[in-house]
Each structure stands twice: as C-alpha cells, then as structure tokens.
C-alpha cells in the first residue's frame, strides 16, 4: 500500500460536469478490509457520500487510511484468488443449501448457491458458495469461487469417475 496523496483534479474534469466513479482515483478504506468505505473526491480531497476528510473519517474507522482504488481493487482481488481448501459439512447444510434457492450450477454432485456471494474485485464475476456431494461425503468450499474455477471442480470430478 501507498502513501497515497490525491493528484491535483485531472485538466479533464470541467467543472460543472457531473463527476463519475470513474473518475476517482483514489479512496479511503481500511487495509484488509473488504469494504471500501468510500471514494475520494478528485477536485476536494473529501469523501464522496458524507464530505468528510480523512481525519473525520478516522474518527469513526480508526484504520482508514487514504489510497488509490487500484491498489484497493489488486489487495482485495488477492484475497479473493486464495487457494480454495475443501471443508467438511454435513449432508443436512448441503441439502440446505442445495433446496435455499435453484442452483447457479449444478453438476456431478457439486453446486454453487443460486445468489452470488460476492464479486470478485478485479474482474466483476460473481463469486458463488460451492458444495460438493462425493461417495458419501459433503465439503464446501472456504471461499466463494466463479463459474470458472466452478468449471475447474467439476473437471476434476469428472477425471476422478
């Protein structure tokens, strides 16, 4: 993380004009954290939502600290890819789970929750829980995962049969 300093407002930014996330560049967040709590301002250096400074914002989340959203979006996105590590559970939380809502998924025993989790930082995907039924036994998975690396799971069971 940077000790980031917020750039004078780019020549782009007329004023007047209506500003777009987009053209915020940095934030104030806590690092670790998996909330943004908000964007900073390009042309007042104050948070978007409440016009508060950093040090307002401190007051209430001790931890917050000024940064570019892209290094935000990068630490949070490297977070989100941690290796997945299968977890036991029990037959009862996967039928749960599989009856809370239709699948997003389903195939050879495996699922992801028909609602998003989340999504990932970096790319927007939504991120789904994922449960896993094999020969008797029942694991979720100890992060949300997309349908991409769903993919990859369900390859891997279809190379075990």
Do not use: N
Request: aromatic residues 8%; proline residues 7%.
């Amino acid at each position: 993380m940077s000790t980031a300093t917020i750039p004078a407002a780019a020549p782009e930014i007329k004023a007047g004009r209506i500003l777009s996330a987009r053209d915020c560049t940095h934030c104030f967040a806590v690092p670790g954290s998996d909330s943004m709590i908000d964007l900073v301002h390009p042309i007042t250096g104050r948070s978007c939502c409440f016009d508060r400074t950093l040090e307002q914002v401190q007051e209430w989340e001790p931890g917050a600290v000024l940064m570019k959203v892209d290094e935000y979006i990068a630490s949070k996105a490297a977070r989100q890819d941690s290796p997945i590590e299968w977890q036991e559970t029990t037959v009862e939380r996967y039928e749960d789970m599989l009856g809370v809502l239709p699948p997003a998924a389903w195939q050879l025993g495996a699922f992801l929750v028909g609602e998003p989790y989340d999504h990932h930082a970096a790319t927007g995907q939504p991120r789904f829980e994922c449960f896993v039924s094999r020969r008797g036994q029942y694991v979720v998975s100890s992060r949300p995962i997309t349908r991409s690396e769903f993919a990859t799971v369900v390859s891997e069971l279809r190379a075990a049969l």
